[in-house]
């Protein structure tokens, strides 16, 4: 069962911009952090950034200062701004739920209610 809707991805050119929205389903995100995740051809997954219960944030090295994760638990929802977008960041999305918040380390066997991902392209 999927626990999460991505939306808002798609093909941009670099130096553009994406809202990711995810979309929890059947279970309230405000009990939980929350993380994005990518995972790019050849590549494995990594953590993009993640959010704690009580909004405290991470983000990977590379997405400093160009993404900003935020929530909003009325709706249910997640997201992700990304700015200023690179041909790096071409890459399947996703986001994921875990009950704990684990500051600077992001470990992804932690995180157990996925959703199905959204493909990111960034391309001239």
């Known amino acids: 069962q999927v626990a999460f809707v991505e939306s808002g991805g798609g093909m941009v050119q670099p130096g553009g911009s994406l809202r990711l929205s995810c979309s929890a389903s059947?279970?309230?995100?405000?009990?939980?952090?929350v993380g994005w995740f990518r995972q790019a051809p050849g590549k494995e997954r990594e953590g993009v950034s993640t959010?704690?219960?009580?909004?405290?944030?991470y983000y990977l090295d590379s997405v400093k200062g160009r993404f900003t994760i935020s929530r909003d638990n009325a709706k249910n929802t997640v997201y992700l701004q990304m700015n200023s977008l690179k041909l790096e960041d071409t890459a399947v999305y996703s986001c994921?739920?875990?009950?704990?918040?684990?500051?600077?380390?992001?470990?992804?066997?932690?995180?157990?209610?996925w959703g199905q991902g959204i493909q990111v392209t960034v391309s001239s």
């Open positions: 059947g279970f309230t995100v405000e009990h939980y952090a």
């Open positions: 959010i704690s219960q009580d909004e405290r944030t």
């Open positions: 994921a739920a875990s009950p704990t918040w684990f500051g600077d380390y992001v470990p992804i066997y932690e995180y157990d209610k």
